[in-house]
Nanobody, 124 residues
């Protein structure tokens, strides 16, 4: 069993930056592919970014490519999402998730564990 806790969300002006963290407990994250998703009110939970268990490969959704960066530090069991040049349309609850696979996972249905989410609000 893996427990995931996100932090780092908040209110920021358009063009600003935030760094989200996802801390894991229960098991080491080094055996899991990790991802970030987001869900705006009334919308589906959408893929944002994924990283392999070793951190050697990443993949970002087109909507955030060049602005967001996923990374991980297995030594401290934490995954990060650096978000720059934020836009109002980035406003959502952001979730991290863990999948018992080594590769990149972009579909939410393949993730086994989820955090409770952290709110990100970008004002115009």
């Amino acid at each position: 069993q893996v427990q995931l806790v996100e932090s780092g969300g908040g209110l920021v002006q358009a063009g600003g930056s935030l760094r989200l963290s996802c801390a894991a407990s229960g098991r080491t994250l080094s055996s899991y592919g990790m991802g970030w998703f987001r869900q705006a009110p009334g919308k589906e939970r959408d893929f944002v970014a994924a990283i392999t268990w070793g951190g050697g490969s990443t993949f970002h959704a087109d909507s955030v490519k060049g602005r967001f960066t996923i990374s991980r530090d297995n030594a401290v069991n934490t995954v990060y999402l650096q978000m720059n040049s934020l836009k109002p349309e980035d406003t959502a609850v952001y979730y991290c998730a863990a999948a018992r696979v080594s590769g990149l996972v972009t579909t939410k249905y393949r993730y086994d564990y989820w955090g409770q989410g952290t709110q990100v609000t970008v004002s115009s």
